[in-house]
């Protein structure tokens, strides 16, 4: 995701934000929740 020009993010089958990877980080708490869930699952 972190390469990808623009990342869709869905909730409950809605448009929730779209952005670039830092731009959701910085202003999306449900991206941001998924990708820090992810990273930890995958150190884990």
């Not at 409950?12 to 999306?28: I, Q, S, Y």
């Not at 708490?29 to 992810?38: D, G, I, S, W």
Request: net charge negative; proline share 5%.
């Amino acid at each position: 995701m972190r390469h990808a020009d623009h990342v869709v993010m869905l909730g409950d089958g809605t448009l929730v934000d779209m952005a670039t990877h830092p731009e959701l980080m910085a202003r999306c708490a449900p991206y941001r929740e998924l990708v820090t869930t992810q990273a930890a699952a995958r150190a884990g």
